[in-house]
T-cell receptor, first 118, second 117 residues
Framework: AQSVAQPEDQVNVAEGNPLTVKCTYS??????LFWYVQYPNRGLQFLLK??????LVKGSYGFEAEFNKSQTSFHLKKPSALVSDSALYFC????????????????FGGGTRVLVKP | ETGVTQSPTHLIKTRGQQVTLRCSSQ?????VSWYQQALGQGPQFIFQ???????GRGNFPPRFSGLQFPNYSSELNVNALELDDSALYLC????????????????FGEGSRLTVL
């Protein structure tokens, strides 16, 4: 079974400071990893994904994430946070090793609320 | 390019009633997945539809059912509503079974918020 853990319920950061949102995962094979962001009363917006290749993945709105296979982590980062980055962030995983029968099943973490203060 | 649209955006039902939620997939997408997001939690996979058939199901009882139509739009039906069914129901579309060119990238709608009293 695949699983995702986001150990922090909330992350507070001052505007202009670096932002990190932590994520660890568990899959039986190689993972597809994703970050999504959710603004209040809205659906999920895709930020970035790791499939294979470079461990550092760059995504939308200046976000990036680093895949670390040995630590089974995929932390989301932004060098300089903005007040508008305040939102709920979800890490998700899909097991590459699972066949098409698994379809598009993504397993999401519980989410981390980011609050960027001016 | 038209994104994923869901209706209704909000609805209130009473316990025991039935509800139908609708989703139009993004242009060019032929696969629809449904997720339930309870308050304060991450989305949970309900099921997926591809070529008008259910393909993959999460840990949800049979009273959760769905349909996919030839134009790839989809419905989620929930019978015998329970209080715990109160949640945001998210529809996501993609192309192909694995989605997003085989990588699982999904495109989500804004969701339908269901309240069961």
């Amino acid at each position: 079974a695949q699983s995702v853990a986001q150990p922090e319920d909330q992350v507070n950061v001052a505007e202009g400071n670096p932002l990190t949102v932590k994520c660890t995962y568990s899959v039986s094979g190689n993972p597809y990893l994703f970050w999504y962001v959710q603004y209040p009363n809205r659906g999920l917006q895709f930020l970035l994904k790791y499939i294979t290749g470079d461990n550092l993945v760059k995504g939308s709105y200046g976000f990036e994430a680093e895949f670390n296979k040995s630590q089974t982590s995929f932390h989301l980062k932004k060098p300089s946070a903005l007040v508008s980055d305040s939102a709920l962030y979800f890490c998700a995983v899909r097991d590459q090793g699972v066949g098409q029968a698994a379809g598009n099943k993504l397993t999401f973490g519980g989410g981390t609320r980011v609050l960027v203060k001016p | 390019e038209t994104g994923v649209t869901q209706s209704p955006t909000h609805l209130i039902k009473t316990r025991g009633q039935q509800v139908t939620l609708r989703c139009s997939s993004q242009s060019g997408h032929n696969t629809v997945s449904w997720y339930q997001q309870a308050l304060g939690q991450g989305p949970q996979f309900i099921f997926q539809y591809y070529r008008e058939e259910e393909n993959g199901r999460g840990n949800f009882p049979p009273r959760f059912s769905g349909l996919q139509f030839p134009n790839y739009s989809s419905e989620l039906n929930v019978n015998a509503l329970e209080l715990d069914d109160s949640a945001l129901y998210l529809c996501a579309s993609s192309f192909g079974l694995a989605g997003g060119g085989g990588t699982g990238e999904l495109f989500f709608g804004e969701g339908s918020r269901l309240t069961v009293l």
